[in-house]
Structures are given as C-alpha cells and as structure tokens.
C-alpha cells in the first residue's frame, strides 16, 4: 500500500483546504482511511476516518462540523474537506490507512499499519 497525500498550504483563518488521498498499489476496499495531525512538539492526533465499504465516518470533537471526510470510489481517493479553518488547525496532516481496524481502534494512530507522507496546513490568524 502507497498512500499519497496532498492538497496542503497556507491560508488565513476561515478558509478552506482540501486534502487528498490515495493508494498507487491497490483499492482501498475493505479498508478503513484516516487522516491524522500533528503540530510541532505535540503527539500525533486523529482528525477524522472512513470506512471505505459503506462510507461510515468519524470525526474529532475539534473538527466535526467544519471537517468532511468523503470517498470516490471511481477514482481510489479519499478526500478531507477543511472548511473555517482556525490557526489551531496548523500541523503536519497525514492519511493512514489499515484493513484490519476493530471499531474501537479507528480513532487510534498506532492502529493504522499504512502512512502517507504528511501535508503542511497552515492557519495564519
């Protein structure tokens, strides 16, 4: 599995970004994507996640209603809409991937065997 992210940059406060992420190797049915977040000196944390059989979604209490996730099941690419972004929201982004999550795991970035390379997102106030 070889997860590209993109889509990152810099923006102003209540702007908008879209990420992007896919797999060069493989589909990702049966998989579980995620994207996950890390600012500078501080732990890797989740931001959201989809089921790809059936779209379930999951979000953190941070981003849910300004963060959506979606799918394109033609085009192999997971996508993470960033809408009223907050300089809070700077960090490193990155998409993870793994097939063999447990619901209790997906939250959970030790659980993800697969990572792309991140994406810098920056919030500027």
């Known amino acids: 599995v070889q997860l590209q992210a993109s889509g990152g940059g810099q923006v102003q406060a209540g702007g908008s970004l879209r990420l992007s992420c896919t797999n060069s190797?493989?589909?990702?049915?049966?998989?579980?994507v995620g994207w996950f977040r890390q600012a500078p000196g501080k732990e890797r944390e989740f931001v959201a996640a989809?089921?790809?059989?059936?779209?379930?979604?999951y979000y953190a209490d941070s981003v849910k209603g300004r963060f959506t996730i979606s799918r394109d099941t033609a085009e192999n690419m997971v996508y993470l809409q960033m809408n009223s972004l907050k300089p809070e929201d700077t960090a490193v982004y990155y998409c993870a991937a793994d097939s063999t999550l447990i619901q209790s795991s997906i939250r959970n970035p030790t659980a993800y065997d697969y990572w792309g390379q991140g994406t810098q997102v920056t919030v500027s106030s």
């Open positions: 989809i089921k790809w059989s059936g779209g379930a979604t």
């Open positions: 190797e493989r589909t990702f049915r049966r998989y579980v």
